[in-house]
C-alpha cells in the first residue's frame, strides 16, 4: 500500500499527481497496518505521530523528520536513516535489525527502546547519554565510541555486543546478560554490574564464574 496523502487544510487535498510526502508535514497522525517494505519513502516531517504494526523494512528514510513519534510492533530491520533526524522517538516491540543509526542527524538525536530487536545495529560514535534499553535484544550492537553515559540497560541480551572507546559512565547493566567489554579500552567509572557482568569485564584474563 502506498504512504498515504495528506490533508493540507481543513477542506483542501493535494492532487493526485504531487507527492505529498515530499514536503509534508504531518502532525498527530496515526499509521496501522501498513506494508511499505522495499518501497522508495519520500522524505517528511512526522510530530508527533504513532505507527503501529507497520512493515517499514528495508525502506530509505534518508533525510526524514521524526520528532516524539513512536513506532509500535513494527518491522523497520535494514531501514537507511541517513541525515534521518530522530527526536525524542520511542520504539517499542519492534524489529530494527541491522540498522545503522550512526547515520543520522546529532542535532537532538533521541531514542528510547522497549522489547525491540536490534541485533547488529550500529550506534557507532552516537551521542545518546541516558538512553533506556529495556527488555531488548543486542546481540552483536557496534556501540564503538559511543556516548553512553548514564544509559540504562535492563534485562537485555548483550551477547557479541561491541564495546570499544565507549563513554559508559554511571550506565547501568546491572540486569543486562552475557556482557563482554574490556575496562582498559572503555570508561565504566561509576558504571553499574552484577556480579556476573562484573565478571564479564575481566574476560580477557581468562576469569570464569564459578
Known amino acids: 500500500m502506498p504512504w498515504p496523502l495528506c490533508i493540507v487544510g481543513a477542506n483542501t487535498f493535494l492532487p493526485p499527481f504531487i507527492n505529498p510526502m515530499a514536503t ?9 497496518k501498513e506494508n511499505w517494505s522495499h518501497q522508495v519513502v519520500p522524505t ?14 528495508h525502506c530509505d528514510l534518508s533525510r526524514g523528520k521524526f520528532a516524539e513519534c513512536t513506532f509500535t510492533g513494527c518491522d523497520l530491520s535494514m531501514i537507511k536513516l541517513t541525515e534521518a533526524a530522530l527526536r525524542d522517538v520511542t520504539f517499542k516491540e519492534c524489529k530494527l535489525l ?19 530487536i536490534l541485533d547488529h545495529a550500529v550506534f557507532h560514535k552516537r551521542k545518546m547519554n541516558g538512553t533506556r534499553f529495556l527488555r531488548c535484544s543486542l546481540k552483536g550492537v557496534d556501540f564503538e565510541e559511543a556516548y553512553l553515559e548514564k544509559a540504562v540497560f535492563d534485562q537485555c541480551d548483550l551477547d557479541q555486543a561491541f564495546f570499544v572507546n565507549s563513554q559508559l559512565q554511571k ?21 553499574r554490574f552484577s556480579v556476573e557482568g562484573a565478571l564479564g569485564l575481566l574476560g580477557k584474563y581468562g576469569l570464569e564464574n564459578g
Do not use: W
Open 98 to 116: 541491522g540498522v545503522d543509526f550512526s547515520r543520522c542527524k546529532e542535532m537532538l538525536f533521541g531514542v528510547a527502546f522497549d522489547h525491540c
Open 171 to 191: 550506565a547501568d547493566f546491572r540486569t543486562a546478560r552475557y556482557i563482554a567489554l574490556d575496562p582498559d579500552r572503555n570508561k565504566v567509572e561509576g558504571a
Open 44 to 57: 517528511g516531517d512526522f510530530e508527533p505521530c504513532s505507527f503501529t504494526q507497520c512493515n517499514i523494512s
Open 24 to 32: 509534508a508535514l504531518h502532525l498527530s497522525q496515526t499509521f496501522a
